[in-house]
């Protein structure tokens, strides 16, 4: 396979990833709406609040994720240059921190207080 058919190859895959990432992002946030809106007379606005911010979050961390992928797959494949490197270090930076903050404002504690915090929910054993 030739450079520019692979080069070719890799922006379709790199764009497949992106449209994946769009498709999660728009249709995991209407499907959230959806569902709250449904069950918002059974359960009232505040739970299908709380439902639908979280349906929100998971597509978008699921959609960061897949626009992360597409980013990682252009730069070593694609455009291996040192600015694309930095560049492409810096949107996984700044996509990191948001998703790590919106793991946090989903679940309400941090990632390493998760499992104590369940454990003495559990009443299995404390910390």
Known sequence: ME???????????????????????????????????????????TVAYERVRRGVG?????????????????????????ESALALGLIVVVRTFLSFSLEVELEGALPWRRSREATRVDGSHSA
């Open 58 to 82: 998971r597509a978008i961390l699921l959609g960061l994720e897949l626009l992360i992928i597409a980013d990682i797959v252009l730069t070593i494949t694609v455009d291996a240059t040192l």
């Open 3 to 45: 450079d520019a058919d692979f080069d070719a190859l890799m922006e379709l895959v790199v764009h497949g990833f992106e449209l994946a990432g769009v498709v999660v992002l728009v249709v995991g946030a209407l499907a959230a709406f959806g569902y709250a809106l449904a069950t918002a007379r059974r359960t009232g606005m």
